[in-house]
T-cell receptor, first 111, second 115 residues
Framework: DQQVKQNSPSLSVQEGRISILNCDYTNSMFDYFLWYKKYPAEGPTFLISISSIKDKNEDGRFTVFLNKSAKHLSLHIVPSQPGDSAVYFC??????????FGTGTSLTVIP | EPEVTQTPSHQVTQMGQEVILRCVPI?????FYWYRQILGQKVEFLVSFYNNEISEKSEIFDDQFSVERPDGSNFTLKIRSTKLEDSAMYFC?????????????FGPGTRLTVL
């Protein structure tokens, strides 16, 4: 039961350009979504979240968009920096405190 | 800044042996979790723990697994008789529990290798 799906396992972007990471979901019951970033040999770190009452949330270079009709969310990073190179996971609550994580998209920002 | 810590960073064990993975969650957090990530696969929820008991567990968390908070700071995951397929990164996480938006803070992980 893949409640969140990230269809692109990898993405390469030139430094300074926009990175767009995508996530689709299958169930609209829950009220928020999160993005996590993971560097090699480290645990995931929380990046940004969005409530389902909003369609956009912005934090510095990071913006998450939620399209409820399409059951789709995306993370935009602009401008992309080499330090943004990491694996990005979208996540959503399953039940209570249990989360579903996507399979991740590995972003490489080329200097 | 407070952080979740995990020890050891890498554990190698023989199949059938017991392992204990240790975590120290952030001190004022109330909810604790274990996740695992098999190489090349997604991060999978194992178990959540609140108020000194398991609050949720996944189908992965069978009788071979147990968790414990033996004192006020440590949170452990025990695998009684390890199997080859238990080889994975194991992440501990915690959160405060005082918000509707349950941002979980993850530790750096323990890489478990079962030979």
């Amino acid at each position: 039961d893949q409640q969140v799906k990230q269809n692109s396992p990898s993405l390469s972007v030139q430094e300074g350009r926009i990175s767009i990471l995508n996530c689709d979901y299958t169930n609209s019951m829950f009220d928020y979504f999160l993005w996590y970033k993971k560097y090699p040999a480290e645990g995931p770190t929380f990046l940004i979240s969005i409530s389902s009452i909003k369609d956009k949330n912005e934090d510095g270079r990071f913006t998450v968009f939620l399209n409820k009709s399409a059951k789709h969310l995306s993370l935009h990073i602009v401008p992309s920096q080499p330090g943004d190179s990491a694996v990005y996971f979208c996540a959503r609550p399953r039940t209570g405190n249990q989360f579903y994580f996507g399979t991740g998209t590995s972003l490489t920002v080329i200097p | 800044e407070p952080e979740v810590t995990q020890t050891p960073s890498h554990q190698v064990t023989q199949m059938g042996q017991e392992v204990i993975l240790r975590c120290v969650p952030i001190s004022n957090h109330l909810y604790f979790y274990w996740y695992r990530q098999i190489l090349g696969q997604k991060v999978e929820f194992l178990v959540s723990f609140y108020n000194n008991e398991i609050s949720e567990k996944s189908e992965i968390f069978d009788d071979q697994f147990s968790v414990e908070r033996p004192d006020g700071s440590n949170f452990t995951l025990k695998i009684r008789s390890t199997k080859l397929e238990d080889s994975a990164m194991y992440f501990c996480a915690s959160h405060k529990g005082d918000s509707s938006y349950n941002e979980q803070f993850f530790g750096p992980g323990t890489r478990l290798t079962v030979l």
